[in-house]
């Protein structure tokens, strides 16, 4: 498989001719994230990780493009019928010709009184698991690990501490388009250092990537 970022979490994978997209939000390059591509994974309704409107957009030019979200993203995109499947976690399904799992179910606090919303975390073909907003960690072994690495409901610890618990071999930073270079390198400098007494490499996104 290959890995391509988009900015931001958006993320998408290619395999021959299978073409998955993950969290395709307004912080991202949706032009190429979305060309061609076969199915869409949304981990929850924050515009960051997904803009609604050009998924409503990709789906209505191509009927063969298939969705599946969150139930409050799946219900805006109602009008596709069976297009769209609304998720939930525990759940297995294939996508694109990948097979696909869901873990977690709420996305992380962020302030007692923000509401929390529905998240699920995907873990692509045993192998890249993409957890949207939560720290969640999948009772599984993980080869890749998309990390959430700066975020308005986590500090740098628990990203660290996160990265240790999944125990990927391989880490590639998402969810920091909110963030300066500066505070992206403070970040990589500490996660590095510790992750690396893990057996964990983090990861740049310098191109595609193999997972």
């Known amino acids: 498989m290959e890995l391509t970022k988009h900015g931001h979490s958006c993320v998408r994978i ?15 390059n949706l ?31 191509d009927p063969r493009l ?9 219900e805006q995109l109602a009008e596709f019928g069976e297009q769209v499947v609304a998720v939930g976690p525990d759940e297995s399904f294939e996508a694109a010709g990948y097979s696909v799992r869901t873990f977690g179910g709420q996305h992380a606090l962020i302030h ?10 995907y873990l692509i073909d045993d192998a890249v698991f993409h957890p949207g907003d939560s720290l969640t960690v999948p009772p599984v072994q993980v080869r890749t690990l ?10 740098v ?15 590639y930073p998402i969810h920091d388009a909110i963030a300066t270079d500066a505070w992206l390198g403070l970040v990589r400098g500490n996660l590095t250092r510790i992750a690396e007494r893990f057996g964990i490499e983090y990861g740049e996104w310098d191109g595609p990537v193999s997972a």
């Open 14 to 28: 290619d395999d021959g001719d299978r073409t998955l997209v993950l969290d395709p939000g307004g912080f991202s």
């Open 31 to 61: 032009d190429a994230a979305l060309d061609g591509a076969d199915a869409v994974l949304i981990t929850h309704e924050h515009r960051d990780h997904v803009d609604v409107d050009r998924v409503r957009a990709a789906a209505k030019s």
């Open 66 to 74: 298939r969705i599946w979200a969150t139930r409050p993203v799946a």
């Open 112 to 121: 007692p009184l923000i509401p929390i919303v529905p998240n699920v975390g």
């Open 146 to 155: 998309l990390l959430p690495a700066v975020a308005p409901w986590s500090k």
């Open 157 to 171: 610890g628990e990203v660290i501490d996160y990265a240790v618990a999944v125990r990927a071999p391989h880490a």
